[in-house]
T-cell receptor, first 116, second 112 residues
Framework: GAVVSQHPSRVICKSGTSVKIECRSL??????MFWYRQFPKQSLMLMATSNEGSKATYEQGVEKDKFLINHASLTLSTLTVTSAHPEDSSFYIC????????????FGSGTQLSVL | DAKTTQPNSMESNEEEPVHLPCNHS???????IHWYRQLPSQGPEYVIHGLTSNVNNRMASLAIAEDRKSSTLILHRATLRDAAVYYCILTRGGGSNYKLTFGKGTLLTVNP
């Protein structure tokens, strides 16, 4: 079945540094990918929708200059957390919309970001 | 976006069936009903989906009400590995306005 690979699974960084998270669709082309963040014991919160070859669409309240999304190819989307601060510490999850008309999503395994 | 409503939590015993309800009264005719589940510190995992008819797969069954305003995920024999947060989500195919949001889901606890 379709697989979405997300790396790294865990990252610890110092405050002020930038962190890049990659999301790859391994055996299908994903024109649309989604980025979520999740705090402990809470649901997934949609951050942005990434469309291949165009600018990402950010949800209200998500800073586009803070969370840079690039979807340059049909199999890769990246999320860069710029100038990370401790409040950016969270679990980030990507998903890719599969090719079927049902809108089925395939999820990455998530990235736990800890900013010191 | 069409919203879904689920109980915050449910509890079951191992080897017993579990019925997880979901209300989606504002569903549109082209919305698919998807269920995903999430184990701690992992990304969500696909469980099942349907449009109008009931569906079965190796993981679960999905019963969809005739008016499509509600659905029930059925785990026929719960195991400890089924303990997770279950999300009921409506998806819509195609179009640049496609967006998928998660509700709070149902935390399923399975007792040994």
């Amino acid at each position: 079945g379709a697989v979405v690979s997300q790396h790294p699974s865990r990252v610890i960084c110092k405050s002020g540094t930038s962190v890049k998270i990659e999301c790859r669709s391994l055996d299908f082309q994903a024109t649309t990918m989604f980025w979520y963040r999740q705090f402990p014991k809470q649901s997934l919160m949609l951050m942005a929708t990434s469309n291949e070859g165009s600018k990402a669409t950010y949800e209200q309240g998500v800073e586009k200059d803070k969370f840079l999304i690039n979807h340059a190819s049909l199999t890769l989307s990246t999320l860069t957390v710029t100038s990370a601060h401790p409040e950016d510490s969270s679990f980030y999850i990507c998903s890719a919309r599969g090719p079927a008309a049902t809108g089925k999503l395939f999820f990455g395994s998530g990235t736990q970001l800890s900013v010191l | 976006d069409a919203k879904t409503t689920q109980p915050n939590s449910m509890e079951s015993n191992e080897e017993e069936p579990v019925h997880l309800p979901c209300n989606h009264s504002t569903i549109s005719g082209t919305d698919y009903i998807h269920w995903y589940r999430q184990l701690p510190s992992q990304g969500p995992e696909y469980v099942i989906h349907g449009l109008t008819s009931n569906v079965n797969n190796r993981m679960a069954s999905l019963a969809i009400a005739e008016d499509r305003k509600s659905s029930t995920l059925i785990l026929h024999r719960a195991t400890l590995r089924d303990a997770a947060v279950y999300y009921c989500i409506l998806t819509r195919g195609g179009g640049s306005n496609y967006k998928l949001t998660f509700g709070k889901g149902t935390l399923l606890t399975v007792n040994p």
